[in-house]
């Protein structure tokens, strides 16, 4: 069974900020600045995995600049070769075909997600594109572990709605219509590649799930969630046999459990379940695909063995890796596993872990110039929201700050409060680049699990329904709030910053409540909620009636309503703090426009605001030379907002697209940063 979860990633008044020269820190932290290259840079070496019979290693690293995939015999690391020559986009994602003669990977071109599936042979270095469509999106379908020659994939060039399913031919390089999908989502195949399940969203934003027998759908359901259990309830994969079909399910609860049921008879039992959080991954058999052990991520993510020779290996890790283990590859006849250890306050290192001798052989580590740095610890919290719900949250202080080691600062310091995406996501325990870099330019860092998030239950998820902007926001309000208590920051001295729905959060900040934060950083967030939902991919139809459903219906007039008051670009003049927006111009799920009517807006209202946009990039920034360029903006930007520290420009914008259609002079530095360019 191969198995993956489902889920659906300025101003104050009209005065210039380069009137006045920035204020000084309000905090001198002792650790030494880190070049920002170093947390946002190409890694060193990331991603390793084996190969299904073990006899090769691969990885992802720079080639010439642009990470590619690299490999060597598992035997001997020493003699690894660049494998593939990418020269512009980053490859970010590879993985191994089953009789592992080739690796696999997919790209797209400029961050347009019409993702294409190419393929390497390992013996001769030749590289094919298996998916040539133009204007098409690949999606795996189905891997086997017994057969060997071909997978199944989806295209979406038929119909962009939806994903008709082929099987790819490894070796010739040939696809064969196994399922012309005439509206259904979710396909779910079995170790023989036949597709045995697919899903069929609802107009209520709830989910039908129907056998599929000989490529034919059933015509009753098998199963069915509504609204409130859509983003908590996917099937995962079968076993070997074809007997059980495990699930990721809430429904009858509130946390979703790992359930499996007999696909004989639709008899279901509990594997294994949390009150506190959902079920969110598995270790299960490569031989067989039964579930070995499964994780609950609350506070951290914490495993258990429901197989005693799964749970001891896990407990010799404990012991021999400090930091918290992610099993990453698992060979076919399970002799060997990629384990990445997370020290948060180290780097991430991987291991090779041979399991008939118990030997742990070190690999790599992803970034080696952040060994030895003084990288700051992260704090788990639960803070309390207005109306009683708890928010997991995650709190990084500056290295030095904390002497007491308590997660609290010897005195307030500037904050700033960094919102995830989504909004059907979550933030998690783990090294972070953007808490690490900001924490070491002087700033505590304070990330929110506000309601809507997942990973805590269907309930904590349905809270967030119909409350951008309001309830959801207020979440953040009240973190901020709870921060300013705690003494970590001061009221006057919080920034907003995020990407996707954290831009969002951002234009929502600085609108709707303007005295709330002192500047905010939107990266690739929607103004107009209603263009956004106009302008969603195609390929999104199957989850559309969950967006209109938790976010507000357009095609109602109270819907429309809700949507207009809910977009920040309607409060535009409201805003009074500094803004900095960046955006990609190839971002097919918040496109540029999102971006390029709140500029426009707030320039008739004379609001100055500095406006980044990358002509390469599409929903966050891929190439590391354009997240350098940026942050090297944002931190200047912070850091006359706040006080912290920054690095100068240097040579930030060498090699990326940067450019600055507006608003160049209200960020220290960018004008003279763009014209040494």
């Known amino acids: 069974m191969r198995a993956a979860v489902l889920a659906l990633t300025v101003i ?39 190969s299904p019979d073990g006899k090769w290693l691969s990885w992802i690293a720079p080639r010439d600049g642009v990470l590619n995939i690299w490999v060597a015999p598992a035997s001997d690391p020493t003699k690894a070769k660049a494998l593939t020559a990418e020269k512009t986009r980053p490859i970010r994602q590879h993985f191994w075909s089953p009789d592992a003669k080739m690796i696999l990977f997919v790209n797209d071109k400029g961050g347009d997600e019409n993702f294409v599936l190419y393929g390497v042979t390992v013996a001769t270095g030749a590289q094919r594109t298996l998916t040539p469509q133009e204007k098409t999106r690949v999606d795996i379908i189905g891997t086997s572990h017994h057969i060997k020659d071909r997978i199944l994939v989806g295209l979406n060039n038929r119909d962009p709605k939806w994903f008709d399913v082929y099987s790819l031919d490894l070796a010739k390089g040939t696809l064969s219509l196994v399922f012309k999908n005439e509206g259904y989502a979710g396909v779910t195949a079995d170790e023989n590649l036949k597709i045995r399940l697919v899903g069929k969203s609802r107009s209520d934003g709830g989910t039908d799930f129907f056998r599929v027998t000989d490529n034919k759908v059933e015509a009753q359901p098998l199963g069915a969630v509504g609204l409130d259990d859509s983003l908590t309830t996917n099937p995962l994969g079968y076993t070997e046999d074809g007997k059980t079909l495990y699930w990721i399910d ?30 969110g991954d598995i270790l299960a058999d490569p031989k067989t695909g039964v579930v070995q052990a499964y994780a609950v991520d609350y506070l951290r993510t914490e495993w258990t063995a429901l197989d005693s020779k799964i749970g001891a290996e896990l407990d010799f890790l404990k012991t021999q890796l400090k930091g918290d283990i992610h099993v990453t590859s698992r060979t076919d006849d399970d002799a060997a596993w990629i384990v990445v250890v997370d020290p948060v306050t180290a780097p991430a290192a991987t291991y090779r872990f041979d399991r008939k001798a118990h030997t742990l052989t070190k690999l790599f580590v992803n970034r080696p110039e952040l060994e030895g740095a003084d990288l700051a610890a992260m704090h788990p919290v639960e803070i309390k929201a207005r109306d009683g719900l708890t928010l997991v949250s995650y709190l990084t202080l500056p290295a030095g700050s904390d002497g007491k080691g308590d997660g609290h600062p010897d005195q307030p310091l500037p904050m700033v409060l960094f919102v995830h995406g989504g909004p059907w996501a979550r933030d998690g325990y783990g090294y972070n680049g953007y808490h690490q870099w900001l924490a070491n330019r002087g700033y505590a860092v304070l990330s929110v699990n506000y309601r809507g998030s997942t ?14 902007g309001r309830k959801m926001h207020d979440d953040l309000i009240d973190a901020v ?75 109602t007039e109270d819907g429309r309503q809700l949507l207009h008051d809910a977009s920040p ?47 390469d990039e599409g929903h966050g920034f891929a190439r590391p030379e354009n997240s ?21 420009f240097g040579a930030a914008f060498k090699g990326s697209s940067i450019t600055v259609p507006d608003g160049a002079q209200f960020t220290p530095g960018l004008q003279a940063a763009l014209a040494a360019k």
């Not at 005065?15 to 840079?41: H, M, N, V, Y």
């Not at 107009?528 to 969950?546: C, F, H, S, V």
């Not at 807006?601 to 980044?612: F, S």
């Open 628 to 648: 350098i360029a940026f942050n090297a903006a944002a931190e200047q930007f912070l850091g006359a907002c706040l006080g912290g520290r920054a690095e100068p």
């Open 569 to 615: 670009l309607f409060k535009a003049a409201d805003i009074k703090k500094p803004l900095l927006i960046g955006q990609g111009a190839n971002d097919p799920r918040v496109n540029q426009a999102e971006s390029d009517q709140i500029v426009k807006a707030m320039k008739e209202k004379n609001i100055p605001v500095t406006y980044i946009l990358f002509p």
């Open 481 to 555: 709030d709870w921060a300013v208590k705690q003494g970590i920051t001061t009221r006057d001295k919080v920034a907003i910053m995020g990407g996707s729905y954290g831009g969002y959060a951002t234009l929502a900040g600085l609108t709707f409540t303007p005295d709330a934060f002192a500047c905010g950083v939107d990266i690739v967030g929607p103004s107009n909620l209603a263009t956004l939902l106009k302008t969603i991919p195609p390929y999104w139809e199957a989850g559309k009636q969950q967006f209109y459903k938790r976010m507000g219906d357009p095609t």
């Open 250 to 279: 809430s429904r009858g609860r509130d946390t979703a459990a790992l359930i499996a049921q007999d696909a004989a008879t639709g008899a279901t039992r509990v594997v294994g379940q949390s009150a506190k959080a959902d079920v």
């Open 455 to 468: 990973g805590f239950g269907k309930n904590f998820i349905t809270a967030g329904n119909l409350q951008w």
């Open 12 to 50: 104050l008044g009209t005065t210039s900020l380069t009137a006045a020269a920035p204020p000084p820190p309000a905090t001198s932290p002792a650790a030494p600045l880190i070049e920002r290259a170093k947390f946002f840079g190409n890694p060193s070496r990331t991603q390793g995995k084996l």
